[in-house]
């Protein structure tokens, strides 16, 4: 079985959007910054980075709303 790339960008955004939530994955992983939080994951610029987290996570709260 093969994931799109889309998916596969989502499941790293999900990652990245559960460690920033939870300090003890930060500190099992050895991460305090979202620099090197985003750079494990594989997103190496800052700035796509931000416009991709923020568009999916829009995205998400989107089809949320509208499932309420």
Avoid: V, W
Avoid at 31 to 43: D, T, V
């Amino acid at each position: 079985m093969e994931l799109d790339p889309g998916s596969l960008r989502a499941i790293r955004l999900e990652h990245i959007h559960q460690t920033l939530r939870h300090r003890t994955i930060q500190k099992t992983l050895n991460l305090c910054r979202i620099e090197e939080i985003r750079e494990l994951y594989g997103f190496k610029s800052r700035d796509n980075f931000a416009a991709l987290y923020k568009k999916y996570f829009e995205k998400i709260h989107e089809l949320h709303s509208t499932n309420l």
